[in-house]
């Protein structure tokens, strides 16, 4: 530390200057994506930091397109109308938010289908959208490449199962490798003739042949598409798990196990009310959970998540030049955030070299969080005083953010917490402070006391606070304010810079003005 907390300089630290206020990346702050499905049909309109997008918009119809294509080869009639509805309400919503055209893509069910040309030259002749329809191994890709919105630089094997298709593809140091296509979406598994029996020799034989093509895949195994998503809202429901976000559960090879034969024995009407999964998607999840089963019987890998981002997401990553794509999502949607909500945008740069003495010894996945913590530390002054201790921690542990384990959200939730409060105890979200560890929990309770004592000496983006100087072997903890910071340094940031001192057990100096 040289005391300068100067934020105008170049030094961002490891995390690189934000791009999302540059040319390239504002012209992706406002993109409408249309996803057409063999089961569903979404329009998506992304907003904020391209590479942390927020969802402006988010709309699902279940329109069943693929379903009966087994024995008609043609579009479920039912579903093509509700489709057609769709994209003529898609159409209008994308004019009225001002997305500028909305790109729109097809999958497994369009592009199989006998009538699959005739609904896209339908649907362009009554709302102007032109449907790219995509084979297998480019639906693999953009999904392979939605994970990598949220995983940068990720290791591993991403599965997409739609209603009509399974896809695989591997990544590798953020790149997508070898894609495989098959036929196990449980739409075509439900239509097949032979029973139980015969579905299930069908899945191991179709997934022991991708294995063959792509050898083995032991590392991470990424789960996109609406099926995993709703056996891992049962997942957990049955281990009564306390934080509802999808995006980065995790789960084993056991509780996928475990979890299919709950589903087994489970009344489906009662089970799809406890985890809060619709019905359409009900009658899907116990084929889904058959094959899912399978991929992770046969390829047996490190560890499981569930992604929320995939071939929508992947199709704005598309958009991306590589500068943007290699930034770290969650310090540029922080830096967004800032930049939009905090009272002096650039001040939380100031807070975090300040308080930085403290955290010499972190490791640098635990840094991320601290700067994402700082920049965060000031977005929520709107919120009632009473209430804005829980609204930090709410924000932070349920937003929209890439790159964030369940662990990390719930830290950096602790972390804006304890920016307003002393106390964690008798909150409502107590019960998620198991999933740190009391290290953790300590750890957050001094990030969060430090930044409520810097806001205390809140000048300017360009401010000079002083310096921090923490001696952990001797507990000491010095403070030298700068003559800038002296004058705010009254009863109640004193109160502060104690208290901060109190739970790091450590013994506290003050110098002023030098």
């Known amino acids: 530390m040289d005391g300068t907390n100067d934020p105008a300089e170049t030094d961002w630290g490891p995390f690189g200057r934000p791009l999302f206020d540059e040319a390239s990346a504002q012209g992706l702050s406002r993109v409408g994506v249309v996803d057409i499905g063999?089961?569903?049909?979404?329009?998506?309109?992304?907003?904020?930091?391209?590479?942390?997008?927020?969802?402006?918009?988010?709309?699902?119809?279940?329109?069943?397109?693929?379903?009966?294509?087994?024995?008609?080869?043609?579009?479920?009639?039912?579903?093509?109308?509700?489709?057609?509805?769709a994209m003529r309400r898609f159409k209008h919503l994308g004019d009225g938010i001002g997305t500028d055209g909305l790109t729109a893509v097809a999958t497994a069910a369009v592009r199989e289908a006998e009538d699959g040309a005739e609904?896209?030259?339908?649907?362009?002749?009554?709302?102007?959208?032109?449907?790219?329809?995509?084979d297998g191994k480019e639906e693999a890709r953009l999904s392979a490449q939605g994970v990598l919105l949220g995983w940068p630089g990720s290791y591993g094997l991403v599965c997409d199962i739609g209603g009509s298709s399974m896809e695989l593809a591997e990544i590798n140091g953020g790149r997508v490798g070898r894609r495989l296509s098959s036929s196990l979406g449980p739409l075509k598994l439900r239509d097949m003739k032979g029973g139980k029996k015969a579905r299930k020799a069908l899945i191991r034989d179709r997934i022991k042949s991708m294995?063959?093509?792509?050898?083995?895949?032991?590392?991470?195994?990424?789960?996109?598409?609406?099926?995993?998503?709703?056996?891992?809202?049962?997942?957990?429901?049955?281990?009564?798990?306390?934080?509802?976000?999808?995006?980065?559960?995790?789960?084993?090879?056991?509780?996928?196990?475990?979890?299919?034969?709950?589903?087994?024995?489970s009344d489906a009407e009662d089970l799809r009310n406890r985890a809060g999964v619709s019905s359409s998607r009900m009658a899907l999840v116990p084929i889904a959970s058959e094959v899912l089963r399978e991929v992770v019987k046969t390829f047996k890998p490190r560890d499981i998540a569930i992604s929320s981002y995939?071939?929508?997401?992947?199709?704005?990553?598309?958009?991306?030049?590589?500068?943007?794509?290699?930034?770290?999502?969650?310090?540029?949607a922080c830096a967004f955030a800032e930049s939009r909500d905090a009272r002096v945008p650039g001040y939380g740069t100031v807070v975090y070299k300040f308080i930085e003495p403290l955290f010499k010894s972190v490791r640098p996945e635990r840094r991320r969080i601290i700067k994402a913590a700082c920049l965060l530390h000031d977005v929520s002054w709107r919120a009632h005083p009473d209430y804005r201790a829980e609204d930090c921690f709410d924000n932070a542990t349920r937003a929209n953010l890439g790159?964030?384990?369940?662990?990390?959200?719930?830290?950096?939730?602790?972390?804006?917490?304890?920016?307003?409060?002393?106390?964690?105890e008798g909150t409502r979200f107590q019960d998620l402070n198991t999933l740190v560890s009391e290290d953790d929990q300590v750890q957050a309770e001094v990030l969060g006391k430090a930044m409520r004592f810097a806001a205390m000496l809140w000048?300017?983006?360009?401010?000079?606070?002083?310096?921090?100087?923490?001696?952990?072997?001797?507990?000491?903890?010095?403070?030298?304010?700068?003559?800038?910071?002296?004058?705010?340094?009254?009863?109640?940031?004193?109160a502060r810079f104690r208290s901060l001192a109190e739970t790091l057990q450590a013994e506290a100096t003050i110098k002023m003005g030098q």
Not at 473 to 488: G, Q, V
């Open 459 to 494: 000048l300017k983006r360009d401010a000079k606070l002083g310096e921090l100087r923490w001696f952990p072997k001797k507990k000491r903890l010095d403070l030298r304010l700068s003559p800038e910071a002296a004058p705010l340094f009254g009863e109640v940031a004193e």
């Open 310 to 332: 995939g071939i929508r997401e992947g199709l704005l990553y598309e958009q991306m030049p590589q500068r943007l794509r290699d930034r770290d999502p969650l310090i540029e």
């Open 403 to 424: 790159g964030l384990k369940h662990s990390e959200r719930v830290f950096l939730g602790l972390a804006l917490l304890h920016r307003y409060s002393n106390r964690r």
């Open 38 to 85: 063999s089961n569903s049909v979404r329009l998506v309109v992304f907003d904020g930091a391209a590479r942390s997008p927020a969802y402006f918009f988010n709309e699902k119809i279940m329109c069943a397109l693929g379903a009966g294509m087994s024995e008609t080869g043609r579009l479920n009639p039912e579903g093509r109308a509700r489709a057609l509805a």
């Open 211 to 265: 294995q063959d093509d792509l050898g083995e895949q032991k590392n991470r195994l990424f789960l996109v598409g609406g099926s995993w998503r709703a056996i891992a809202k049962i997942d957990m429901e049955r281990r009564g798990y306390p934080l509802h976000v999808l995006h980065e559960y995790r789960m084993t090879a056991k509780a996928v196990r475990e979890t299919a034969k709950y589903i087994e024995k």
């Open 119 to 134: 609904f896209c030259e339908e649907v362009e002749r009554e709302t102007g959208i032109h449907i790219h329809v995509i």
